[in-house]
């Protein structure tokens, strides 16, 4: 989006837009797939438990990082590189 003429902050507002509902949907379809894994009950339910609730908790976690962390990063070091390449401008144009 940013070579179609976008800023940076909108390019990463745009693209998160459109990437939000397939990422939750799919988010949410995993963790609740693997809920009766963590409540389960009977023989054994104890390990598979503590597996389910870590497929639960990092489902969640890289969730969370994919909506926020990255774009976020992303933006960061985004700006970061349109500052070197304006800084080199300048420079070479001093």
Known sequence: ??????GVR???IEAS????RP?????????LGAIPLALGSGAGAE???QIGWVIVG???L???????VVPTVYTLLAR?????????????AG
């Open 1 to 6: 989006m940013q070579a179609q003429g976008h």
């Open 10 to 12: 909108q390019a990463v």
């Open 17 to 20: 837009e459109l990437r939000l």
């Open 23 to 31: 990422i939750l949907m799919t988010a949410g379809a995993m963790v």
């Open 47 to 49: 390990s598979r438990q």
């Open 58 to 60: 990092g489902l969640l």
């Open 62 to 68: 890289g969730t969370f990082l994919t909506l926020f």
């Open 80 to 92: 970061r590189q349109s500052g070197v390449a304006m800084s080199r401008a300048a420079g070479e």
